[in-house]
T-cell receptor, first 114, second 115 residues
């Protein structure tokens, strides 16, 4: 079975500091995709970053980067220079075997302190 | 590109009533998904459409739930004889392809409260 685990229910981080949100996954498929989404209090899921299982380099999107360690089955999200607007729920997700269903973790609530 | 639109944003109903939600995907997207999210959890997959065809339904989708996408554009999700356990955020998403790296675009969801 495919599974995503996010072990940090909540995190407090000082503004301008970097933050790492943990994500581990379990799958037997050789080909898969890993996603991070942000969900502010408004409810909309906002795509942040994607990593493919065959990608040789870690994905980066602006202040977001993904620390992909395939052997450890981890895909941690790193946010550099955190901002107050980064306060939100963050979800790690994996493209399922069916190729259209996303499997989601339970999320991490990130609060940025001024 | 106006994004994915969901209506209503909030719905309060009494147990036993029927409710219907609507989702308008991004116009050029032929793939549409429904997810359900309860408080403190990640979303759970409910169903998937490619154009008007419903290709997959989760076991979570009991026979009280039905989804349609009659013309391959907007979709509706109906819950009959609502129960308190149906209280959740119902999220709709769309995408343009089925590739592994295709990101989903989500609407703001419909928050259902069953009293």
């Amino acid at each position: 079975a495919q599974k995503i685990t996010q072990t940090q229910p909540g995190m407090f981080v000082q503004e301008k500091e970097a933050v790492t949100l943990d994500c581990t996954y379990d799958t037997s498929d050789p080909s898969y995709g890993l996603f991070w989404y942000k969900q502010p209090s408004s409810g909309e899921m906002i795509f942040l970053i994607y990593q493919g299982s065959y990608d040789q380099q870690n994905a980066t999107e602006g202040r977001y980067s993904l620390n992909f360690q395939k052997a450890r089955k981890s895909a941690n999200l790193v946010i550099s220079a955190s901002q107050l607007g980064d306060s939100a729920m963050y979800f790690c997700a994996m493209r399922g075997r069916s190729n259209y269903q996303l499997i989601w973790g339970a999320g991490t609530k990130l609060i940025i302190k001024p | 590109d106006t994004g994915v639109s969901q209506n209503p944003r909030h719905k309060i109903t009494k147990r036993g009533q029927n409710v219907t939600f609507r989702c308008d995907p991004i116009s050029e997207h032929n793939r549409l998904y429904w997810y359900r999210q309860t408080l403190g959890q990640g979303p759970e997959f409910l169903t998937y459409f490619q154009n008007e065809a419903q290709l997959e339904k989760s076991r979570l989708l009991s026979d009280r739930f039905s989804a349609e996408r009659p013309k391959g554009s907007f979709s509706t999700l109906e819950i009959q004889r609502t129960e308190q356990g149906d209280s959740a955020m119902y999220l709709c998403a769309s995408s343009g392809t089925e590739t592994t790296n295709e990101k989903l675009f989500f609407g703001s969801g419909t928050q259902l409260s069953v009293l």
